[in-house]
């Protein structure tokens, strides 16, 4: 009886937990690949148009 509540339990907090990860991982690449951006064009006329 426990391992089938274990079983149910597991698969409907599975969507919520792949969900919340891949938003972390989405949020660290955005800032990494912001911050890149913003390093390789330091100086640029146009910067001040792309926040």
């Known amino acids: 009886m426990f391992g089938a509540l274990a079983i149910v339990i597991v ?3 599975s969507p ?4 919340m ?3 972390a991982v989405a949020a660290v690449l955005g800032r990494l690949l912001h ?7 330091q ?3 146009l ?5």
Do not use: V
Request: aromatic residues 4%.
């Open 35 to 41: 911050q890149d951006a913003e390093d390789r064009h």
């Open 11 to 13: 698969l409907l907090l």
């Open 47 to 51: 910067i001040h148009t792309n926040t």
């Open 43 to 45: 100086g640029s006329s």
């Open 16 to 19: 919520f937990i792949i969900t």
């Open 21 to 23: 990860s891949l938003a």
